[in-house]
Nanobody, 127 residues
Framework: QVQLVESGGGSVQAGGSLRLSCTASGSTFTFIAMGWFRQAPGKEREFVATITWSGLNTYYADSVKGRFTISGDNAKNTVSLQMNSLKPEDTAVYYC????????????????????WGQGTQVTVSS
């Protein structure tokens, strides 16, 4: 069984920074990729960033490109999301996800592509 636990959420003013971390346990050797999604109240879960677990290649949503950085340490089974220049529209619950299906030759940007999810961590950005 796989468990994902996020940490690092909180409240910050616009323009500030936060760093989210996700620690995985269990059968992490089966991971193909990990990702971050977010969900604001009344909205669908939205892709933020993803990283392949073998080559650590990354891909971002246009809305966060240049402001957020995803990084991974597959020896420590952790993935992080450094969020800079935060905006009020970044306010959401952020979820870490992992997939064990398919290959690492493409990036997964939809929730259906992921098998495991963390419990989520709240990020609030005030103006």
């Amino acid at each position: 069984q796989v468990q994902l636990v996020e940490s690092g959420g909180g409240s910050v003013q616009a323009g500030g920074s936060l760093r989210l971390s996700c620690t995985a346990s269990g059968s992490t050797f089966t991971f193909i990729a990990m990702g971050w999604f977010r969900q604001a109240p009344g909205k669908e879960r939205e892709f933020v960033a993803t990283i392949t677990w073998s080559g650590l290649n990354t891909y971002y949503a246009d809305s966060v490109k240049g402001r957020f950085t995803i990084s991974g340490d597959n020896a420590k089974n952790t993935v992080s999301l450094q969020m800079n220049s935060l905006k009020p529209e970044d306010t959401a619950v952020y979820y870490c996800a992992a997939t064990t299906r398919g290959s690492s030759s493409y990036f997964r940007t939809t929730p259906q592509r992921y098998d495991y999810w963390g419990q989520g961590t709240q990020v609030t950005v005030s103006s």
